[in-house]
C-alpha cells in the first residue's frame, strides 16, 4: 500500500499512556462514570457523538446501538426527576459495552484476518478496551482517546477524508446515469461519441477535468486528457482510448467505491505496519511495491511489481523479516511446476534444456547435467529436482530477497522486463518479481554501506550464487488494499483481483447479522 510513512504514523502519546496503563490489572473491574446526580455527565455526550460517528471510520453506528443509546441518554437528561441509581447502572453498562465494542474495532478490526487469510498471522497487540475506556472518561480524554485508537497513519486518515468526500458524491446528479457505449470497439481522439458532455460532467464531478472545459464535437483535447487521468487513478493504462475497460470504471457506482474505501480502512485496521522503522510493503490489487524509512529524510521507494495468478497461483498475503539475498541465484524450480510444466516440456523440447541453463539435482546435492528420460522420470517420482543455473535466462534474474515463509514465497528480478508494462500484472507462480532490484538492494542494504551500488551490480553479474545475509532483519508485508490515497491527495481505486475484498465484505456482513 502506498503508505507514506512519517513520525506522525508511530502510536500517539495519548495512546501509549493508555495502552500502559490498560495493560495493568488496577482498578480492572471498576465501570466508566457516566452521570453526575442522576444526568448523564459531559462524558456520557461525548460517547453518544462518538458513536453517531462511527461512519467516519467505514463503520457502522449500528453496531453500537447509538441511536438507540442517544434516545436513553436524551430521556434521562431531560427527564422531570434524576434517573434511579438501578437505572443509572443498567444504561452506564449499556454505554460502557458499546464504547469498548467501538475501541475494539477501530484498533483491532471487526474480524481476525485469519478467517479469511489463513496465512495472515499478524503480531497480537495489547490493549484493553474497558480499562482503555474507563482511564479515557477518568482522565477527560474520550474524543482524543477514540481517535488514537485507530490506526495512526496518513493513509488512514487520507481516506477517511476520501470516504466523507464519496458519500457527498453518492447524491451527483452527474454520477447516476451510466455513459453509453461506444459505437464501435472504442473510442480515440478526433472520433465522435454520444454524450461528450454527460463524459465532461462525469469526470469533472469525480475530479478528473476542469468543470469549466468544454465537451467540444468530437473526443479528444483536454476530454481525452481528463480520461487519462482518470484512468491513471484506476489502474488501466493512461492511453485516453474510451474503451470498454474505461468505461466500465466509470459508470462503476459511487457506493461500489464507498465499499472499497470501507473495506481498506478495515483492513488497515488490522495490518501491521506501526511495528518496524524500515520496512516494505507489496500491495497486491496496485501491482507494487514501497519501501519506507520513519527517519527524518528517509527513504521512499516505489516500483512495480508483477505478483502470482489469479487464477491459480496468487500471492498468500503474510508478514515476514527479510533475513537475506542472495546474489546471481539458481532457480529451484518447485516439483508441481517441474511436474507440471518443466518435465513435459523438456519431453517435447530436449534443447530447452541446455538453452536454458538447466541441471538435475540429486539428494546429496549434486549436480547432474545430462538428460535423459531416466532422469525426468526421476524428476516426476521426486527423486531428482530440476534448477536453472546462475545467468541473464534464469527466472529469478540476478537477484532474489529472501524473508523465510512456509508458502516459499520471495521477492526477486526477472529478464522478462516488458512485462512491467503491462496494465495487469498477475503473471508469476506466487512470487514477487521486482521492476528496480538494484534500487531496492541499495535500501534493504543501507545499514551495510559496504555495499555500494557498484558492489551490489558486480555481485549481481557475477554468475557465482552467494548469499548475503542482512546486518538486521528487514520486515515485509504482502498486503491488500483496492483503495489508495496519493499523489497529493488523490484517490486511486485498484480491481478485486483475487476476490479478497468479496471474502472481507462477506465477513463483515456474517458478523454483523449474527451479532443484530
Known amino acids: 500500500m502506498n503508505l507514506r510513512i512519517s513520525r506522525g504514523r508511530r502510536p500517539g502519546w495519548l495512546l501509549c499512556i493508555l495502552l500502559l496503563a490498560a495493560g495493568g490489572n488496577a482498578g480492572a473491574n471498576e465501570a466508566a462514570n457516566w452521570f453526575a446526580d442522576g444526568r448523564p455527565n459531559a462524558a456520557a455526550r461525548q460517547a453518544v457523538q462518538l458513536l453517531q460517528a462511527a461512519g467516519g471510520d467505514g463503520l457502522d453506528p449500528g453496531d453500537y446501538r447509538a441511536d438507540a443509546l442517544a434516545l436513553a441518554l436524551g430521556n434521562a437528561a431531560s427527564g422531570a426527576a434524576p434517573l434511579p441509581e438501578a437505572a443509572q447502572a443498567g444504561l452506564s453498562a449499556d454505554l460502557s459495552r458499546a464504547m469498548e465494542h467501538l475501541v475494539s474495532d477501530l484498533h483491532f478490526g471487526r474480524v481476525n484476518p485469519r478467517d479469511i487469510h489463513a496465512a495472515f498471522d499478524i503480531p497480537k497487540k495489547q490493549l484493553d478496551p474497558a480499562s482503555y475506556i474507563r482511564l479515557a472518561v477518568a482522565g477527560n480524554t474520550l474524543p482524543a482517546a477514540v481517535r488514537a485508537a485507530a490506526p495512526q497513519l496518513p493513509l488512514y486518515t487520507s481516506l477517511r477524508q476520501a470516504l466523507r468526500h464519496y458519500r457527498t458524491l ?6 447516476q446515469t451510466p455513459l453509453p457505449p461506444p459505437t464501435g470497439k472504442a473510442v480515440a481522439a478526433g472520433q465522435p461519441y454520444a454524450d461528450l458532455a454527460g463524459l465532461a460532467r ?11 472545459t468544454p465537451p467540444g464535437a468530437q473526443y479528444g483535447g483536454a476530454l ?3 480520461v487519462k487521468a482518470f484512468q491513471r487513478r484506476h489502474g488501466l493504462t493512461p492511453d485516453g482510448v474510451l474503451g470498454k475497460g474505461t468505461l ?21 485496521r488490522w495490518t501491521p505496519l506501526l511495528l518496524a522503522d524500515r520496512m516494505i510493503v507489496v500491495n497486491i490489487p496496485e501491482f507494487a511495491l514501497h519501501a519506507y524509512e520513519l527517519k527524518e529524510g528517509g527513504a521512499h521507494l ?20 527479510m533475513r537475506h539475498i542472495e546474489f546471481s541465484p539458481y532457480w529451484n524450480i518447485p516439483p508441481s511446476i517441474a511436474k507440471a510444466e518443466t518435465v513435459p516440456r523438456l519431453r517435447r523440447d530436449p534443447g530447452h534444456f541446455d538453452a536454458q ?11 547432474i547435467t545430462t538428460l535423459s ?6 524428476v516426476a517420482r521426486g527423486q531428482l529436482r530440476i534448477r536453472q543455473r546462475p545467468g541473464p535466462l534464469n527466472a529469478l534474474g540476478d537477484i532474489k530477497f529472501i524473508f523465510p515463509n512456509s508458502d516459499n514465497i520471495y521477492l526477486h528480478h526477472t529478464p522478462a522486463v516488458t512485462l512491467f508494462q503491462r496494465e495487469r500484472r498477475d503473471l508469476s507462480h506466487g512470487c514477487i518479481r521486482v521492476e528496480a532490484p538494484v534500487a531496492l538492494a541499495k535500501f534493504v542494504l543501507q545499514e551495510q554501506p559496504e555495499w555500494t551500488e557498484d558492489k551490489i551490480r558486480a555481485a549481481m553479474g557475477d554468475g557465482k550464487s552467494s548469499t548475503l545475509r542482512l546486518k538486521h532483519p528487514l520486515p515485509v508485508l504482502i498486503a491488500y488494499g483496492t483503495a489508495m490515497v496519493k499523489d497529493q491527495q488523490k484517490v486511486y481505486f485498484y480491481e478485486d483481483i483475487y476476490g479478497n475484498d468479496k471474502l472481507l465484505d462477506r465477513a463483515l456482513r456474517a458478523k454483523q447479522q449474527a451479532v443484530r
Open 170 to 175: 453518492q447524491q451527483h446528479a452527474d454520477l
Open 202 to 212: 462525469r469526470l469533472a464531478a469525480l475530479g478528473d477535468l476542469d468543470a469549466a
Open 224 to 226: 481525452m486528457d481528463g
Open 248 to 268: 466500465a470504471q466509470l459508470n462503476t457506482p459511487v457506493a461500489a467505491r464507498i465499499r472499497q474505501i470501507e473495506l481498506t480502512l478495515e483492513r488497515l
Open 302 to 321: 516505489s516500483m512495480n511489481v508483477i505478483v502470482g495468478k489469479a487464477v491459480n497461483a496468487r500471492t498468500p498475503l503474510f508478514f515476514e523479516d
Open 357 to 367: 541453463g538447466l541441471e538435475f539435482v540429486g539428494a546429496d546435492g549434486a549436480a
Open 373 to 378: 528420460a531416466a532422469n525426468l522420470d526421476a
